[in-house]
């Protein structure tokens, strides 16, 4: 069993920076791909970014420069590190895992959420 446990949301100004926290259990830590999503108010949950195995990520184009997924694999910890921000990434963010497969599958653990709001 894997379970993850979101943190570090909150309310920032617009252009301010937070950083989200998962605190990732289960003795498979090592074999997971991690990803972050999002879901704003009144829309679908919407994907943000991914790390897999051995460290290469993925963006969404929105978040491209702004955004950083990292891992501490020493705490079994995935980060999402967020610059700029702008009141379009309001939503509650969670953390999911899945065993890394070659080809596309489904994220099979999630956390709670965390929710991050971004004022003008």
């Known amino acids: 069993q894997v379970q993850l446990v979101e943190s570090g949301g909150g309310s920032v100004q617009s252009g301010g920076s937070l950083r989200l926290s998962c605190a990732v259990s289960g003795s498979e830590y090592s074999r997971l791909c991690l990803a972050w999503f999002r879901q704003a108010p009144g829309k679908e949950r919407e994907w943000v970014a991914e790390i897999r195995s051995g460290g290469p990520t993925t963006y969404r184009n929105s978040v491209k420069g702004r955004f950083t997924i990292y891992e501490d694999n020493a705490k079994n910890t995935l980060f999402l590190q967020m610059n700029s921000l702008e009141a379009e990434d309001t939503a509650v963010y969670y953390c999911?895992?899945?065993?890394?497969?070659?080809?596309?599958?489904?994220?099979?653990?999630w956390g709670q959420g965390t929710q991050v709001t971004v004022f003008s």
């Open positions: 999911a895992a899945a065993r890394c497969t070659l080809g596309p599958g489904p994220w099979n653990w």
